[in-house]
């Protein structure tokens, strides 16, 4: 079998996903008289299979983050009904656009080369198939004169012939699953850096622009790298065969010829009439199975807050509810899917008698040899096959249709992401990173700007509004941090506050005006900025440093944003620590290559840019002495140190977790930190043993908090008001705060 149906046969994982025998009957082989018994188990074990594993991947879904709305309410049912799935020259542009940068990458000599080879040794296959063809109407031909001397000897060809062909296929298909592995790492490397780019994962997830993003990094990339590659050589395959075959049956009664072509032609036809839902339904279902998985996953996420609502009840209700949209989208898949196997399954067995029953007159007649029938029915079978590749492959090419479909919506995404960055609209609000040596220079050089350097943050004329509805939270707000300003945000819940600073970190870009951070040892950068530059020049040249905000800002360590709820990531304590200035130091290429063979652009990892000199990375006395700083160090001994992984939002008590934000921040040392209600789990003693640290680091911090005990900490106060739409006024006002009436300064606020 393997060597008479060589593309389909092969053992394709990734073609695993659809339900239907995706290869023509093994009566397309030459050797079939031979190996029917035999055959017949393998294609009935492979079928058996691959319909399991169909089971199985429609029924493991894969993890997800999904938009924060339910996917099963009302108008997102509808969504699903109403979408159609794209039309074919945007399945092409998108196939093109996901397929193509692979091949002109840093790795395309490789790709190119293995992709060279995986076509020589499918060609080397085929030629096989042919030889096996004129063998097999030889070996029939002494049967049927029973030449025992001839018989024999095609017989030992035979054999040899399996010898040496078999390396072939194994290998071909080898070659072929090493190199979607390749592509699919690269793409997997790629698709991970623009995802995590430009802050694009918080913008899908923000805005829920897409489905499970993750999904389609993890399960769509492997599909689409597999089934690529393996629809490109199938298409291949075909057209050499039909070329190799062709001559074979046109040799014999080139008749056989047109009915082929109308018969296959015609069974096309009628199969997209009757497959043409698959692709939408193969769509819905890969977003369907990963809202599934994802509610799984957040069950195990907040597994204690459950428990403690022993809410399992209503966790059944939704995640069944989730469960059974699957299903429900299956069942139409599984129907829509039978309904076309009643055709294609006749389609594939009607004809089976065909070409025996034309040429057996010719050889009643004498014309032709017995060999020469099975001969026929092998072409014959071979053409039809590569005539057919849309009807035997008819639910694969949808399922593959909706990966493409997929992935290509999550490219076009990535791709606007980008590019929304550069766009400049002045109805936005613009975060500007500024070089405060710079500045200072082009001051001594006598231009017109005023000293900025004791500046670390201006917030001009800044108004806030929610991203659809446009509702305003902040009106016309200007003020100014300067070093050691300790400002305290307050206001009722709701009014604005976290969305505030989330202006400041660029997370926030509706409304408008403009917020200015001053930062320092911006020298090693590539700042737009230059010393001999004109005031104007540099105003002019501020748009480009908008655009590099963004991008920037995580990157400079000046400013530091600690949220509401303390971040833990997944390693060990050391990490947790060391996040997000310094990473693990990764192995050089050629050591960790040669060790484990992997690959180059999986071993570098971009390094984190900044805009000046990197924080020199804690030593290990350093990393102890400030979990002592924080009083976190009896966590040392009682969690095994500094390099044992755990689950550590769930072993570190939230306040735990507020302490250890605080060590990143007093190991990182910025010049500014944005604390959101970054105390609110500790008690008032801890709370201020940690504002004395931060202050006595000479860090300078903007807080949000409603806690009247934070007033001793901070001497500037801004307090936002809920909005009144009736006026036009601003809703905030800025204090001084008094340290010795700081009672009065409470009653002011509260
Ligand atoms: N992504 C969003 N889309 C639409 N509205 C949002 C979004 N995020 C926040 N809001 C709304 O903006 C308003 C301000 O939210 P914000 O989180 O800034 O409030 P806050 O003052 O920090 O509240 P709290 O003190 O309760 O934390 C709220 O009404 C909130 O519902």
Redesign the pocket.
Known sequence: MILTTPLYASNNVQMVFTPTVSHPPISTSALKPLLFPLSFHAMATKTRKRTRSHSFRKLSIVASATPNESPFSAPEQDKDLQRKGPDLPTLWRRFWKVAAPYWSSDDKVQARLQLAAVFALTLGTTGISVGFSFLGRDFYNALANKDQEQFTKQLLYYLGGFAGGIPFFVLRDYARETLALRWRSWMTSYYMERYLKNRTFYKIQ?QSIIDNPDQRIVDDLSSFTGTALSFSLTLFNAAVDLISFSNILYGIYPPLFAVLLVYSLGGTAISVFLGRGLVNLNFLQEKKEADFRYGLVRVRENAESIAFYGGEGNEMQLLLQRFKSAFENLTKLLISSRNLEFFTNGYRYLIQILPAAVVAPMYFSGKIEFGVINQSVSAFNHILGDFSLIVYQFQAISAFSAVIDRLGEFDDVLDNSSNQDISYSSEEISVVYKDVETLSLLQSNGSMLLDKCDKLLDIENLTLQ????KTV?VRDLSLVVKKKDHLLVT?P????????LRAMAGLWSTGKGKITFYIEDAKETQSPISPDMTPSEVINTERTDVELGMFRYGKNHDAFFLP?RPYMVLGTLRQQLLYPTWGEDPLPFSVNAKSTGSLPFLMQAPQTEYAGEKPKKPTLDDLIRVLEDVRLGYILSRLNGLDKTYEWSSVLSLGEQQRLAFARLLLSKPKLVLLD?STSALDEANEAHLYKLIEAAGITYIS?G?RRTLLDYHNKILHISTIDSDSSLPNWHLKTINQDTTNNAAKLIL
């Open positions: 923000s929610t991203p659809k509805s939270l206001g819940s709701g009014s604005g506050k976290t969305s505030l509401q209600e949000i409603h």
